[in-house]
T-cell receptor, first 114, second 118 residues
Framework: KAGVTQTPRYLIKTRGQQVTLSCSPI?????VSWYQQTPGQGLQFLFE???????NKGNFPGRFSGRQFSNSRSEMNVSTLELGDSALYLC?????????????FGPGTRLTVL | AQTVTQSQPEMSVQEAETVTLSCTYD???????LFWYKQPPSRQMILVIR??????QNATENRFSVNFQKAAKSFSLKISDSQLGDAAMYFC???????????????FGKGTLLTVNP
């Protein structure tokens, strides 16, 4: 069974640009969550999608947005990039059946903003 | 809001020895899930062990076991017979009960960097 895949793995952008990151969950998984990891703030929750609906959102500005498609693939978008957006962006997928579901993480996308 | 605290930024252990990583959390909920994740230099986050708060028995997974003290809100990870491959950043994480099949938000601690010395 293929794991969670994230594309691209590495990305370099300049301030003011926008970026779109993609996450393909494990087959059959319906929930996708996104996290931002930085040395200073650690791992912070961005948002969670379940069956194409955003179910949960972290404390991030409106420049951060996301969506989920009918095949459960998810994208997150960051507009008007700032230097502080440089981070490792991780997505995690879950079956979405509740209870003790395990979250499986992808390898992450390393975003560098210059 | 829930918070997770890992008071040991770094720990080291000799190969084949035992090490314990500490984690405390704050919550007003009575039902929840606790996790230890491992992040090696490759940055891939890997689940090490999981504990359901309603279970009194401590979870174990091979060389990994936890000491879950619900009243004290403590959740430590013990690694026995440490191996070089155990070297990684270890994160403690909290998750609220699921609601309608969603709510998988994890709250992470800052992490403990474990070094294994040969």
């Amino acid at each position: 069974k293929a794991g969670v895949t994230q594309t691209p793995r590495y990305l370099i952008k300049t301030r003011g640009q926008q970026v779109t990151l993609s996450c393909s969950p494990i087959s059959g998984h319906r929930s996708v969550s996104w996290y931002q990891q930085t040395p200073g703030q650690g791992l912070q929750f961005l948002f969670e999608y379940f069956s194409e609906t955003q179910r949960n959102k972290g404390n991030f500005p409106g420049r951060f947005s996301g969506r989920q498609f009918s095949n459960s693939r998810s994208e997150m978008n960051v507009s008007t990039l700032e230097l502080g957006d440089s981070a490792l962006y991780l997505c995690a997928s879950t079956r979405g059946r509740g209870g003790t579901d395990t979250q499986y993480f992808g390898p992450g996308t390393r975003l560098t903003v210059l | 809001a829930q918070t997770v605290t890992q008071s040991q930024p770094e720990m080291s252990v000799q190969e084949a020895e035992t090490v314990t990583l500490s984690c405390t959390y704050d919550t007003s909920e009575s039902d929840y899930y606790l996790f230890w994740y491992k992040q090696p230099p490759s940055r891939q986050m890997i689940l090490v062990i999981r504990q359901e708060a309603y279970k009194q028995q401590n979870a174990t997974e091979n060389r990994f076991s936890v000491n879950f003290q619900k009243a004290a809100k403590s959740f430590s990870l013990k690694i026995s017979d440490s191996q070089l491959g155990d070297a990684a950043m270890y994160f403690c994480a909290y998750r609220s009960p699921n609601s309608g099949g969603s709510n998988y938000k994890l709250t992470f601690g800052k992490g403990t960097l474990l070094t294994v010395n040969p």
